[in-house]
């Protein structure tokens, strides 16, 4: 139990596009995702928390412009890079809390890797 | 501010030895919770081992135990009869009530057969 699952696991794009990643519960209903990037040999920095139909949370120094989130069901979260460029090369990692069972642990997607071009 | 801090960026230990992993945090929260997370190659975060900080008693999962000084605001796992398995970037997270999770810096761990 307790899977999510991120869609696509890796994407090259052309600098300028937008690309979207999806990431979905299972098997759960989330009422709250959390949307992570990781550079190589870093560690996860946290870009914005979402909640099913409220408009996300995002951290300092993201820009919400750029980094579109939608939590639209309990099952779905989607991430949109919007006029991507290389900087934006990075491996993002979705995860989700359990709306009717422990708040305390967090799920995590398998991650996207995405390489702008 | 929460913080957490790492401060040993690699470790290395024998096949069937012990190895311990430091985590420091920093917080005015009286009430959190504390993680230790395993990341191997494939990148697919996987929870170790948690603490709540409201109790006393260390964590234990199998081979994997924490210990955990409140007053000292340290964090640390312990790893015995390690595997070639464990392998991977172990990192330190902490969860205040707010559910935004901070994580450490990582530890990468090797395990020599």
């Known amino acids: 139990g307790a899977v999510v699952s991120q869609h696509p696991s890796w994407v090259i794009c052309k600098s300028g596009t937008s690309v979207k990643i999806e990431c979905r519960s299972l098997?759960?209903?989330?009422?709250?995702m959390f949307w992570y990037r990781q550079f190589p040999k870093q560690s996860l920095m946290l870009m914005a928390t979402?909640?099913?139909?409220?408009?996300?949370?995002?951290e300092q120094g993201v820009e919400k412009d750029k980094f579109l989130i939608n939590h639209a069901s309990l099952t779905l979260s989607t991430l949109t890079v919007t006029s991507a460029h290389p900087e934006d090369s990075s491996f993002y990692i979705c995860?989700?809390?359990?709306?009717?069972?422990?708040?305390?642990?967090?799920?995590f997607g398998p991650g996207t890797r995405l390489t702008v071009t | 501010a929460q913080t957490v801090t790492q401060s040993q960026p690699e470790m290395s230990v024998q096949e069937a030895e012990t190895v311990t992993l430091s985590c420091t945090y920093d917080?005015?929260?009286?009430?959190?919770?504390l993680f230790w997370y395993k990341q191997p190659p494939s990148r697919q975060m996987i929870l170790v081992i948690r603490?709540?900080?409201?109790?006393?008693q260390n964590a234990t999962e199998n081979r994997f135990s924490v210990n955990f000084q409140k007053a000292a605001k340290s964090f640390s796992l312990k790893i015995s009869d390690s595997q070639l398995g464990d392998a991977a970037m172990y990192f330190c997270?902490?969860?205040?009530?707010?559910?935004?999770?901070?994580f450490g810096t990582g530890t990468r761990l090797k395990v020599l057969a």
């Open positions: 917080t005015s929260e009286s009430d959190y919770y």
């Open positions: 979402s909640n099913e139909g409220s408009k996300a949370t995002y």
């Open positions: 603490q709540e900080a409201y109790k006393q």
């Open positions: 997270a902490y969860r205040a009530g707010t559910y935004k999770y901070i």
């Open positions: 098997d759960f209903q989330a009422t709250t």
């Open positions: 995860s989700a809390l359990n709306g009717a069972g422990d708040p305390y642990e967090q799920y």
